[in-house]
């Protein structure tokens, strides 16, 4: 909003009474920087559970890696002792926790088509050039289109700068149709210059930005609530609101307990080597 708006706003009317847009404009300073103060709030607590959860995993991460490899050695212990298709299973699952395998998708991400590894993959992976793209032959449809709107739209005809940057941009879009040989999509081009150019709205009223205004700040704050409470039902913002004054021996607090269960699980597995 300018200042001259601004000062508008504050002023009182001849009759010395408040102008309604200064009440409205009020409110609006006062839900902005009530918004401000809960987006610090937000990001703040956003940081902290970024940065607990990276010392969560730096220090805990081999602990639950080491678990995880405890269980499956003596889930592979229980089936070669036992041969039972049940213990089989179980040690497979156990073993998959521990080398999780990529998907295709990652590994391949889009060189995979309907048709399997398409070709531009395949040369790619055995040295072979890779295909120039496939050149289009417009029909006489298109470049009857096409010359038909260039005739029309030529920005060598426009009267001034902003009419020939609207043809400029124009004629691009209709270039572009053209390389491809769409000619539906020269003719909806053609329909949209038939139409002419978008008639700009009217200006809002300043009551009416005001009003907008307050109605973007409840969407934003909403937008914000949603943020924040992802953040607290969270894990690690779960483990946070657990110790929000001393996250550090929390930690270690957890780092002792996972201690115990290696021990244990160790415990376990050299019972289950003995003959």
Known sequence: MSEQSEQTAQEPTASGDERPEARLERAVRAAEQALIEFEIAVETFRVEVENFSRLHHQKLGPMYSRLDELDALIAEAKAARSGDPEDLRRAREARSLVMPMPGVDELFHDWLDSDGISDDAAAMLTDRPVRPPQRVRPTEEVRRLYRELVRRAHPDLAQDDAERERRDAFIARVNAAYGRGEERLLRELAEEWDAGPVQE???????????????????????????????????????????????????????????????????????????
């Open 201 to 275: 709205a009217p200006a809002p009223s300043e009551s009416e930005e005001l009003y907008a205004r307050l109605e973007w700040l409840s969407q934003r704050k909403e937008l914000l609530s949603m943020v924040a409470k992802e953040l607290e039902d969270s894990a690690i913002g779960a483990m946070l609101r657990m110790a929000p004054d001393d996250p550090d021996r929390l930690l270690e607090e957890i780092a002792e307990q996972l201690l115990a269960q290696v021990s244990e699980r160790e415990a376990e597995l050299a019972d289950l080597a003995t003959p």
